[in-house]
């Protein structure tokens, strides 16, 4: 079996102490780019691998941060997570990722599993199943950084990054008022998840300034799913008030509803159709579907940013910031109502 290589290995070869070593692997800026560059090659020469438990525990940093998101079968996560990876690479970070699969027991394994693994901090976009926060307390009682973007919580005293929600909801209604519909729908979650309240609130907002009526009865509040879509669009199609455009609380719902829309062969967009999140399969989609962008990759560098910033700060926490980022409409022939022959 072969000897694994270590750093007295190097130093032996090179002739040079074992701290040199260290400190050149390591970065550290008082060592010379000359010697740095002769033990990197050594190191590369002798197929040496950087023991991280060990080097975390001795150095109290691991170079490694970890991403919690609640699945990457949804495009905006994975496209965030690849930005963080992508920013945070340039820094010499790995990433370690955890999917809670919109499952709270999952999400409180997840911290667990990173903080065990010694990460130096943690990305999390909170499951939809998220009420109670203690784990991501003990993130802060540990002085590890923690970050929440996308789906965030009140109780969290960490630094966010996230969409104006109230606005991404009114940006949708507004664009579906201004081609011409009024009986305005919206599927949505029962849970209590900030961002979709701050959506229904922008949506139930732009109602209310073009002096349309809201009706309790166009609101429907279950899952975010297409058989959501499907089932809380058969709902609305029971409804007193007929809906001539629904908006689904993200483009899988969307999706469900443009597919009950078309089973009861109702056309789109004569009832308008419109989403959130972009998801690139909605460019694809027969008719292509509307869509608020919620700037996944911009979400991501952000992160990446801030966690950079906190991670050299001796508290943290010292200055807790937020980044807002603004929604971006994307136009599509779901809602094209006025361009109809």
């Known amino acids: ?190 849970k209590e998840i900030t961002i979709f309240k701050d959506r229904v609130r922008g949506f139930e907002t732009a109602l209310q300034d073009a002096g349309i009526p809201r009706h309790e009865s166009l609101i429907v509040r279950g899952n975010l799913s297409i058989e959501a879509g499907i089932e809380g669009t058969e709902q609305l199609l029971q409804s007193p008030i007929k809906p001539d455009a629904i908006i689904g609380g993200d483009d899988f719902t969307a999706v469900g509803i443009m597919q009950a829309l078309k089973a009861q062969q109702i056309n789109i967009p004569a009832t308008g159709v419109i989403g959130f999140a972009n998801q690139r399969f909605s460019s694809f989609i027969t008719p292509t579907l509307s869509s608020i962008d919620q700037q996944a990759n911009k979400m991501g560098e952000e992160c990446a940013k801030l966690f950079l910033k906190m991670v050299k700060q001796k508290d943290p926490y010292a200055a807790i910031e937020q980044v807002v980022l603004n929604p971006i409409l994307v136009k599509r022939e779901s809602t094209a109502r006025n361009q109809q022959s």
């Open 1 to 190: 079996m072969n000897k694994k290589t270590t750093i007295y290995d190097i130093a032996r070869e090179l002739g040079i102490t074992v701290s040199t070593v260290s400190r050149a692997l390591n970065n550290v800026p008082t060592i010379s780019e000359a010697t740095r560059q002769l033990v990197l090659k050594k190191a590369k020469e002798l197929n040496y691998s950087v023991n991280k438990i060990a080097s975390s525990l001795s150095s109290g940093k691991s170079n490694t941060i970890g991403v919690i998101v609640p699945t990457m079968q949804i495009h905006f996560f994975a496209e965030a997570v690849h930005s963080i990876e992508k920013e945070l690479k340039k820094h010499r970070y790995s990433l370690l990722l955890y999917q809670s699969n919109e499952s709270y027991a999952d999400e409180v394994n997840g911290v667990k599993t990173l903080l065990e693994a010694q990460v130096d901090g943690i990305i999390a976009s909170l499951s939809l199943e998220t009420q109670q926060t203690a784990h991501f307390q003990e993130v802060i009682r540990q002085g590890k950084c923690l970050i929440i973007f996308d789906r965030t919580h009140q109780d969290i005293q960490a630094p966010v990054v996230k969409l104006d929600d109230f606005e991404a909801g009114y940006l949708a209604t507004r664009h579906l008022i201004d081609q011409g519909y009024r009986n305005i729908g919206f599927i949505t979650t029962n």
